[in-house]
């Protein structure tokens, strides 16, 4: 094997219960040396999944509390250091999409732990799969089936004359459902590459709120 | 419209292209039509991308290639403010690479470390640049491109250049003179009358299908092609041989004294225990204040060997880098600054980098990663000052190396022509 990242080459060797069939080998994506640069999060906020030491809620996530949002207790495998923003511009904006398959099998495997009845992606817009030619969270995910019921609102179609708080949300509401699916009692899990300032998968569980969700959870790669 | 100019450059079919500028497909039965290679990898909805040149910005089956004929709008005025000499050698070599020039052909430069290449190609250059032709200048390694620049820069003075590599972040002009890394030949079409290659046996270049494409895309088809380097690949060699390839020799350094010759020391597992020679050298070192560089062959063994130095010889002030260091231009500043007496170091300062004077030490000069050129290479840092023009080149092996013994042979060899030159030890 070769590590996917330095293409330095890497002695594999399975472990006893992998060689008797007794779990699933998965050969190494990574050397040691660069899977040492990734860090898990270990502890993190309950609202966000941000690390820091306790598991109480961060100042932002009270603030979505305050907002009168449901918070989407989200969960990020690891932390989004030098490392990882290396490898988003090596996977994202370099366009390698061969590297999704380095964190793919452990995002599966989170997934599928996950008491969920649907799974919905945060989509990239019409020009951005004309020029990038995929959807970088999408890649991450491959092997989980995939609800694309957000698409992303085509622009120019503000309607800048509503003023009350419904318009202003309509306004920087990014999204838009592509098909009525009715979500009544579905417990979701909206998926993205990276948690940054939450805006994002907010707006995404607003509208699958809208369409009737009994709850809406998240998670991404990085945080 | 200039920066189209002898360009091939990618952009997605959905944006504008302008009028004026030729698209051609990305693709040709899955070869890439940047970079000549089949090393394709998908992406979703039966698109693909090609993993070769991804270093370069990636080429896919949603983008198109955009480029113009090179006209060579340039005024020829150009003037060569280089007002050294070159040796009656020198010259010699100049004369043949002008000569070539006029044929459109291949040559190969083959001079000893030392023996002021860059001096001998101005000539050649300058009488490109006055037919207005537009001439680039190459090295696989971006530290022999970072030494040149200046000195390039400083010979024509009055000549807009530019210098491309991945390292830095200077913009693309539309310029007669261009100094680049070779992979930077990926983005030119046709661009250059005059192509020169230097280093051309180092890596990456040896053996890489995908950047002697490159270059051969990147000159024009009657274009001239200049190979230079001290230790030419066997493949290179044996073009030498049949004559099919033309060579200038010159096989003696510009002060006219013989490369220093591979001294070696047998010596013990210095990975368990460091050699008392060794200790012993690094003492007379300490006392005579003289600068040298230690070679090791593994970056493992930088530490390792920096640490035992430390130990032994306490009052020595050095450092040690290796190719992925961050702080590697900043080291090797600090020992051209004579801020250090020493650096331990890997193979990456085989070559293009000159310390004036230096002594050189090989740690287990018979490890497989010291190949027979690099060990020429590695003894050719030692005795290129006018005032100390040789020096001590010293192996410590732990067992006869035939690597070893080739490249003492290759320099007695040179050394032989060079004397017939009146060369002096
Ligand atoms: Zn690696
Ligand atoms: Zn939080
Ligand atoms: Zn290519």
């Known amino acids: 094997m070769i590590c996917q990242l330095c293409q330095t080459f890497i002695k594999q060797t399975p472990s006893l219960l992998q060689t008797f069939g007794m779990i699933r080998w998965q050969p190494n994506k990574l050397c040691q040396a660069c899977q040492s640069e990734f860090v898990s999060i270990s502890c993190a906020c309950s609202g966000c999944g941000r690390q820091q030491n306790n598991e109480s809620l961060c100042f932002d996530c009270q603030r979505w509390e305050k907002q009168g949002k449901i918070l989407l207790q989200h969960t990020s495998l690891y932390q989004y250091n030098d490392a990882m923003r290396d490898f988003m511009q090596r996977y994202k904006f370099n366009g390698d999409y061969s590297l999704r398959q380095i964190f793919n099998h452990e995002l599966i495997q989170y997934v599928n732990n996950m008491a969920i009845d649907l799974v919905v992606v945060i989509p990239i817009s019409e020009y951005t799969m004309m020029t990038r030619g995929f959807n970088q969270t999408v890649g991450l995910f491959e092997g989980v089936t995939l609800s694309d019921l957000l698409k992303v609102k085509a622009k120019n179609k503000s309607h800048q004359s509503q003023f009350n708080r419904k318009g202003r949300m309509m306004r920087t509401q990014p999204f838009t459902v592509s098909k009525s699916l009715p979500l009544h009692n579905k417990r979701v899990l909206l998926v993205d590459d990276v948690y940054t300032t939450g805006n994002t998968l907010y707006h995404a569980a607003d509208l699958l709120y809208d369409l009737g969700a009994k709850n809406v959870k998240s998670l991404s790669l990085a945080r | 419209m200039e920066e189209y100019y002898g360009r091939q450059l990618v952009q997605p079919k959905i944006k504008n292209v302008p009028a004026y500028v030729s698209v051609a497909a990305t693709f040709n039965n899955h070869i890439c039509q940047r970079c000549g290679q089949t090393d394709i990898e998908k992406l979703p909805n039966y698109h693909f991308y090609c993993r070769a040149c991804l270093a370069l910005g990636r080429v896919s089956s949603r983008d198109v290639l955009l480029s113009l004929p090179e006209p060579n709008l340039f005024d020829g005025h150009d003037i060569l403010s280089w007002s050294g000499k070159l040796t009656a050698k020198q010259q010699e070599v100049s004369n043949e690479l002008i000569a ?16 002021g290449k860059t001096e001998m190609l101005f000539p050649v250059i300058h009488k490109a640049l006055t037919q207005r032709y537009r001439v680039g200048i190459v090295s696989p390694r971006v530290d022999v491109i970072i030494e040149l620049a200046p000195r390039l820069q400083a010979a024509f003075s009055k000549t807009d250049m530019v210098v491309l590599h991945g390292e830095q972040t200077q913009d693309y002009r539309y310029t007669p003179l261009v100094l680049a890394t070779t992979h930077q030949m990926l983005r030119f079409k046709s661009a250059f009358d005059l192509l020169i290659v230097d280093e051309v046996d180092s890596f990456p270049y040896a053996g890489d299908k995908m950047l002697s494409y490159a270059v051969q895309q990147a000159k024009k088809a009657t274009g001239t092609l200049i190979f230079l380097t001290a230790t030419p690949t066997k493949q290179l060699q044996k073009r030498v041989r049949r004559g099919s390839l033309k060579t200038s020799y010159l096989p003696l350094r510009y002060h006219q004294h013989l490369l220093p010759v591979i001294k070696t020391t047998l010596v013990g597992n210095w990975r368990r225990k460091i050699p008392k020679q060794l200790v012993k050298q690094l003492t007379h070192f300490q006392r005579t204040e003289q600068r040298f560089l230690i070679f090791v062959p593994k970056v493992a063994d930088l530490k390792k060997v920096y640490d035992q130095i430390n130990k032994h010889v306490p009052h020595l002030k050095g450092d040690y880098v290796h190719a992925a260091d961050s702080r590697r231009q900043e080291k090797v500043q600090a020992m051209r600054d004579y801020q250090l007496q020493y650096l331990v170091t890997t193979t990456i300062l085989e070559r293009g980098v000159t310390f004036p004077g230096i002594d050189v030490l090989i740690l287990g000069a ?12 590695i003894a050719g840092r030692v005795g290129r000052k006018n005032d100390r023009p040789t020096g001590l080149v010293r192996a410590y092996v732990q067992h006869i190396s035939l690597n070893v ?9 040179m050394n032989h022509r060079g004397k017939k030159l009146g060369g002096r030890k």
Do not use: C, M
């Open chain 2, 100 to 115: 070539t020039l006029k044929e459109k052909n291949e040559h190969l430069v083959w001079a000893v470390t030392g023996a």
């Open chain 2, 366 to 377: 018979d490890d497989t990663t010291f190949s027979e050129n690099a060990l020429v290479q």
């Open chain 2, 405 to 413: 013994v080739a490249a003492q042979r290759q320099i007695k060899q």
